[in-house]
């Protein structure tokens, strides 16, 4: 099971680093999405090897995988909006909620 | 079915997550990130059918690398100007954000390891994958399925309202 949960904190990682590092909205989001991804390939690696009498832990994956396609339609909804007040998306020009 | 070594299998689909995760991550043009995106979920679907979920490996080729990929795509082609891939895509906190990233994976890896308390079931899944599935969504799944079709919906007027023209 050591090898899959190694690969799920590489890519959360390699997710978290992407979400601290840009300057670009949408980048930000598909960071996001593969931190979902790994946090999925946990909980199906856990429901394969330890909790194999049911299969709660890919219904959990599931539900994941529906809220992120939400998350995502309302955030990129959030990004267009933004591109049509700023003309730009990054993440420099989105301060004016900060005071 | 026994437990299955991590094969080689395992190996060229890890390779290819991380590679194109990297990718997704450290690219400077947004659209190239986006196409290694959809590589990386696909490598996703392969990991889970090694895991013995093979709705969810369906289910994630269908939602994620039909649905929010293009849509993620779409998003790239109508706000950003393709043509200018030289605007730097990472701010000034880069190295430091590596560094904790490194050390976050160190920290994880180094944990993952040093438990031993899980007891690894000599036995795989013994369902069939998709009915069982069915089964869990009809009875004891009830009430999480019909909130996040709910949830659906909320995102569904609420993507509408935001993105809507406003008329003066």
């Keep these: 099971m050591f090898p899959y949960l190694a690969l799920s904190a590489v890519l959360f990682s390699i997710g978290l680093f992407g979400v601290l590092t840009r300057r670009n909205v949408i980048g930000i989001l598909m960071s996001l999405e593969l931190m979902f991804n790994a946090a999925n390939i946990n909980f199906v690696a856990f429901n394969r090897f330890v909790a194999t009498d049911g299969l709660v832990g890919q219904m959990f994956a599931i539900f994941i995988v529906v809220v992120a396609a939400a998350e995502a339609v309302v955030g990129l909804s959030i990004v267009l909006l933004i591109y049509r007040n700023w003309r730009g998306i990054g993440t420099d020009n989105i301060h004016v909620m900060k005071w | ?168």
């Design chain 2, 1 to 168: 079915m026994e437990v299955p070594e991590a094969g080689v299998v395992f190996w060229i689909l890890s390779v290819v997550i991380i590679v194109s995760g990297m990718l997704v991550v450290s690219l400077k043009n947004i659209f190239h990130c986006a196409l290694a995106l959809v590589v990386c979920l696909f490598a996703v679907a392969g990991i889970y059918l090694l895991l013995e979920a093979e709705f969810l490996a369906a289910a994630q080729v269908l939602i994620y690398v039909g649905a929010v990929a293009i849509l993620i795509i779409f998003a790239v082609m109508l706000t950003t100007d393709l043509a200018s891939g030289k605007i730097t895509q990472t701010n000034e906190n880069a190295t430091i954000a590596f560094v904790a990233c490194v050390m976050f994976a160190a920290v994880a890896m180094f944990l993952i390891k040093k438990t031993r308390v899980w007891d690894i079931s000599p036995f795989g899944l013994s369902f069939d994958n998709v009915s069982a599935i069915g089964k869990y969504l009809m009875t004891e799944f009830m009430l999480p399925f019909e909130v996040v079709s709910v949830l659906l919906l909320a995102a569904l007027i609420g993507a509408v309202v935001l993105a809507r023209k406003e008329r003066s």
